[in-house]
């Protein structure tokens, strides 16, 4: 997940400084996806210092709600022969509100959290029924 020293967090700020010169009349700005860093990593200090808000903290404050999960999720290991257990929060879905509204989150879930039970067939001969729908859990809010 390493990238040269500095550089996602100029792309954070490329883009939220982009958002923010076209927000005018716009009630709400959405920057959502695998952002492939972890809560405390250097490079979330751009999410941080903008004025974007975190969905999951704002719902669930200090719950981890790892998105990326060795332990329960076992396909990046198997597909990438890794033994680790590597969990972290990689994917959010952040807002901002550059007219006011008082917009609040209610909840915030995470999806694609159990194997694909009553799917048929087989991908590289692992039945489908014990696949995760990723290897990414997927965010609703």
């Known amino acids: 997940f390493e990238t040269v020293p500095g550089v996602r967090q100029q792309q954070l700020n490329t883009i939220f400084n982009a ?12 920057v959502l996806g695998d952002f492939n860093f972890a809560d405390g990593d250097k490079d979330e200090k751009a999410v941080e210092e903008s004025e974007f808000a975190d969905t999951w903290q704002i719902v669930h404050g200090d719950d981890p709600g790892f ?21 972290s929060r990689l994917d959010r879905i952040l807002y901002l509100e550059p007219q006011p509204i008082n917009w609040v989150p209610k909840e915030c879930l ?3 959290t159990e194997t694909m039970k009553e799917t048929g067939g087989t991908e590289s001969g692992i039945p489908l029924s014990e696949l995760f729908p990723s290897d990414h859990f997927g965010l609703l809010a």
């Open 110 to 112: 995470l999806l694609g």
């Open 67 to 87: 998105t990326f999960d060795m332990q329960r999720n076992w396909m990046k290991k198997r597909h990438e022969g890794r033994t680790e257990n590597y969990r």
């Open 19 to 30: 958002l923010l010169k076209e927000s005018n009349n716009i009630e709400m700005i959405f």
